[in-house]
């Protein structure tokens, strides 16, 4: 018998945003699943991280605007005029249409022509990452060819998708998705309270390799009274919080000698210097852009403390769990962060980290207070350390992950 494929849609391939993916693909693909790349968009990060370059798989990039390339796009929509499930498809596109009549929707459907057009013949089942749009081109192309898909939701694709299109998503009787997983509980109970069986939804913690790592550094406890270097990863958006944290950083005491580093790129990149030249702190703030994680990982080895000031942003998004939390662990750098959304399934507050509320006040009391205590830092870094290869691995999630992929593949019984 004929071994069947996976199609797996992403956003862009590669992201550095996006390690929790890479680390994922590489290892299903270790595990023995056999899959092509479908990507949306093109890459527009000038670096990679090793992980990347492990990948087998052939990556495929569908027209990321549908006026790119017009003939590859109506050679498409021909042929899938032709397909068994055109009829379903095209009912499940412009029922979506109807209610969210926008360019963005109907480049969804053109790219789920190409892709429904393109794949291979030995093609089984395709599996998206993210529930917005690489979602919605799944379910199109699936309808279109007669096969089954699946989805990995994250955070913001849970939180700022309308309700109605998640249901069906979730939905078997709207051409739902086999089976969903998300990498929060938080997450889960929320899909799994919109899906029209709470089965469809899995908790499938992203968990982190351990193998990609160094051992954590000897670290030595610095005097309270000494040098203070903190560090930040992720990119420049509202929910990421990093103007409160700027604001934070003013409030510092004056007697505290203190450094911090951020690293990521995003929208809000002028803004947040900009607000950190009005404060009168850019000499002690380094701005490193976006770097490979190889190069993150020398930042948080040389660290004394990591901070993530997370919240809700206006629109709804959110982190779920970010995996630098975990990177951070893997090296026993103690954490600060926020309560929010899942981060309190990692950290618990006083345990294994410091979540406070994302006021500068706050923000500025817990980081003078963790300066002050070394020792405190250390054990929260340690206890970190020990939740992180007791409960955060990524092996048994993977693990779950494939057996549902390949049951997915599989033959209907007879």
């Known amino acids: 018998m004929t071994a069947k494929r996976l199609a797996i849609v992403v956003k862009g391939w590669p992201r550095l945003s996006e390690t929790f993916i890479a680390q994922e693909l590489v290892a299903l693909e270790e595990a023995g699943l056999d899959f092509d790349i479908w990507s949306l968009r093109y890459p527009t990060d000038k670096k990679t991280h ?88 799944a379910r199109y192309a699936a309808i279109l060819r007669g096969m089954p898909w699946s989805f990995s939701a994250h955070a913001k694709d849970i939180w700022t998708s309308p309700e109605w299109e998640l249901r069906e998503k979730l939905s078997a009787a709207h051409h739902g998705a ?40 000897t670290r030595n406890l610095r005097a309270p009274d000494g040098p203070f270097h903190m560090m930040s990863v992720g990119r420049l958006v509202e929910k ?63 660290a004394d403390l990591f901070v993530l000031p997370s919240r809700v942003a ?19 750098l103690a954490i600060l962060s926020t309560p929010v959304s899942a981060i309190p399934e990692f950290i618990d507050t006083g345990t294994h980290g410091v979540l406070s509320d994302d006021a500068p006040a706050s923000l500025a009391r817990e980081m003078t207070a963790l300066a002050a205590d070394p020792a405190r830092a250390a054990a929260l870094a340690d206890a970190a350390y020990d939740r992180l290869t007791a409960d955060f691995l990524m092996h048994p999630g993977i693990a779950h992950l494939k057996a549902r992929l390949d049951a997915m593949l599989a033959p209907p019984a007879r």
């Open 50 to 137: 090793p992980l990347h370059d492990r990948l087998r798989a052939p990556v495929r990039y569908l027209p990321e605007y549908l006026r790119d390339d017009p003939a590859r796009v109506a050679r498409a929509m021909g042929a899938a005029a032709g397909m068994p499930g055109f009829d379903a498809a095209a009912a499940a596109f412009t029922a979506d249409l109807a209610r969210d009549d926008t360019v963005n929707r109907r480049r969804r459907w053109g790219q789920a022509c190409v892709m429904a057009h393109e794949m291979p013949s030995d093609v089984a089942g395709i599996y998206a990452h993210f529930l917005h749009t690489p979602s919605s081109v």
């Open 178 to 217: 086999a089976f969903g997983a998300t990498c929060t509980r938080f997450g889960a109970e929320h899909l799994q309270g919109l899906a029209d069986t709470p089965e469809r939804v899995d908790l499938v913690y992203h968990g982190l390799d351990l193998s990609r790592f160094p051992d954590p550094p």
């Open 240 to 302: 990421k919080g990093f103007d409160n944290l700027i604001d934070a950083l003013a409030l510092l005491p004056a007697t505290l000698d203190w450094h911090w580093t951020h690293i990521g790129g995003g929208a809000l990149d002028a803004q947040m210097r900009a607000r950190a030249d009005a404060h009168g702190i850019s000499a002690r703030i380094t701005w490193r852009g976006a770097c490979d994680q190889p190069e993150v990982i020398d930042a948080m080895r040389a």
């Open 314 to 332: 206006s629109d709804g998004d959110r982190d779920g769990l970010p995996n630098v939390l975990m990177e951070a662990a893997s090296q026993r």
